[in-house]
DNA sequence: CGTCGAAACGGACCGCAGTCCGTTTGTATT
DNA sequence: AATACAAACGGACTGCGGTCCGTTTCGACG
């Protein structure tokens, strides 16, 4: 099998990273929010059109970037070390799992907000999450719908659930606690 | 104790009405998304500026008018027949309470998406649900944090969960499956 | 090295959310 | 009923996301 069927122009490469750069350049001045596509143009040295034709959307620029965020993550937890990583047992691999996921969605949340739902969790290297959980309960010989409780156990570290409780005064080792529970009374089965 | 500060002028609140009608009308015409302020404002006979004044954004109109559907619903879990509403064990009401909390956030789920953070779940009759929820596993004697398993039932039941679940084919019977065994699981200590 | 087609570029242009401020209207008071 | 003041109104105006299309550039091939 060929690669994707087109390769991509040299300039069209160029351009995207000079785009990324000065997209995570303006984010870090000032806020994401802040920041408009005309300003991130400029400052990569193209026209406003390129921005779009690259990215599509503001959101598809705001998920490229935490695209990027996102695979680091992803290398952390297959490849780097216990407990998150290989090597530890499933059971404090999960346990884990979710501290540093709580802690990246909350790290990243402006960004997935701007991401809106072409965000990390919809398509590209999806829900790698998910897939992960997945395994480690099937790995557990946790009885069920494994697929459905992976997302079940996910769902309540997504950004906009965690910066609601947090809002209303729910502080984060709360969070932890409730998550460690919530991962022993399915795994007891 | 008197009432609010301002009683609201009668002229305002005539103009609310009006504009939330207009929008309903409007949005059940075409879709949600394709609904402008103007175009709210117009068919309700009124200037933009008091759209905006009265509800702040479209995310605050949206709001108001996802408040008045789940206003409704409140209704028929508290006072409406069971076994969504009182006269059931606790126990059936928590499972018809997931299945008709999945089915409402599937039906507004446009609506929801366009209420985005000032959506029903943040502050106004805010996390109703979740004091159900909360309430019922206290009549269960569900050991533990009872405000985060409450949070934790609730969150793969959110919209956007759902939809990209459905989207990724998953058939609703599944995810009503998912609620069931998922409070099952939890309601055995 | 010259030619050619496809892909990328750029920036004028459009529509809509949201703001601003001068004007109008409702209501409390005497 | 007249007055006065706060609150509501309306629509011109701004800024940004997103599109469109004529022009430029890349790179493949002879």
């Given at each position: 099998?060929?690669?994707?069927?087109?390769?991509?122009r040299?300039?069209?490469?160029?351009?995207?990273?000079?785009?990324?750069?000065?997209?995570?350049?303006?984010?870090?001045?000032?806020?994401?929010?802040?920041?408009?596509?005309?300003?991130?143009a400029?400052?990569?040295?193209?026209?406003?059109?390129?921005v779009?034709?690259?990215?599509?959307?503001?959101?598809?620029?705001m998920?490229?970037?935490?695209?990027?965020?996102?695979?680091?993550?992803?290398?952390?937890?297959?490849?780097?070390p216990?407990?998150?990583?290989?090597?530890?047992?499933?059971?404090?691999?999960?346990h884990?799992?979710?501290?540093?996921r709580l802690?990246?969605?909350?790290r990243?949340?402006?960004?997935?907000?701007?991401?809106?739902?072409?965000?990390?969790?919809?398509?590209p290297?999806?829900?790698?999450a998910?897939?992960?959980?997945r395994?480690?309960?099937?790995?557990l010989?946790?009885?069920?719908?494994v697929?459905y409780?992976a997302?079940?156990?996910?769902?309540p570290l997504?950004?906009?659930?965690?910066?609601?409780?947090?809002?209303?005064?729910?502080p984060?080792?709360r969070?932890?606690?409730?998550w460690?529970?919530l991962?022993?009374?399915?795994?007891?089965?």
């Amino acid at each position: 099998m060929a690669d994707q069927p087109a390769p991509e122009r040299a300039d069209a490469q160029r351009n995207r990273r000079a785009l990324l750069e000065a997209a995570a350049e303006l984010i870090d001045r000032c806020s994401v929010e802040n920041v408009t596509m005309d300003a991130v143009a400029q400052r990569a040295g193209v026209g406003k059109g390129t921005v779009f034709r690259r990215f599509g959307s503001r959101e598809g620029l705001m998920a490229a970037l935490l695209d990027h965020s996102e695979r680091e993550w992803q290398h952390a937890v297959m490849a780097g070390p216990p407990p998150l990583g290989p090597g530890a047992a499933p059971c404090a691999r999960l346990h884990a799992f979710g501290e540093s996921r709580l802690r990246l969605n909350l790290r990243h949340s402006a960004l997935i907000r701007a991401a809106g739902h072409t965000g990390s969790r919809s398509v590209p290297a999806a829900s790698f999450a998910q897939l992960h959980v997945r395994h480690l309960l099937t790995a557990l010989e946790v009885p069920g719908d494994v697929a459905y409780l992976a997302v079940a156990l996910l769902a309540p570290l997504e950004g906009p659930i965690v910066q609601q409780q947090l809002r209303e005064g729910v502080p984060i080792e709360r969070l932890e606690a409730g998550w460690h529970d919530l991962v022993d009374r399915l795994v007891r089965a």
